[in-house]
């Protein structure tokens, strides 16, 4: 069964900068294009950000121009960096693979998600 696995989420103050790493199998990460969601308390899961094979790259709005979404086809791995982290940021995060494109985006496999807590 494919996996894969975040890591990098916890505290940061806001204004500060995380990265997130999502670690793939081989099989999943080299076909399908990839992304993060997010989910923050009493809210559903939301789009973050999404990424192609080739690296096209697709943000919400509300991170676009803070986060930056890349990919590394040679280790298998997936990044979310965060800048200019904000107390509405704070959200369990989640990577995923899927099908489509970067902005016509459909996840299918999940990870386990991560906690990032960006405190006021």
């Known amino acids: 069964q494919d996996q894969l696995a975040e890591s990098g989420g916890g505290l940061v103050q806001a204004g500060g900068s995380l990265r997130l790493s999502c670690t793939a199998s081989?099989?999943?990460?080299?076909?399908?294009?990839m992304g993060w969601y997010r989910q923050a308390p009493g809210k559903q899961r939301e789009l973050v950000a999404t990424i192609s094979t080739s690296g096209i790259t697709n943000y919400a709005d509300s991170v676009k121009g803070r986060f930056i979404i890349s990919r590394d086809n040679a280790k298998n791995t997936m990044y979310l960096q965060m800048n200019s982290l904000k107390p509405e940021d704070t959200a369990v995060y989640y990577c995923?693979?899927?099908?489509?494109?970067?902005?016509?985006?459909?996840?299918?496999?999940w990870g386990q998600g991560t906690q990032v807590t960006v405190s006021a």
């Open positions: 995923n693979a899927g099908h489509g494109t970067a902005t016509i985006y459909y996840p299918t496999n």
């Open positions: 081989r099989s999943i990460f080299r076909s399908n294009p």
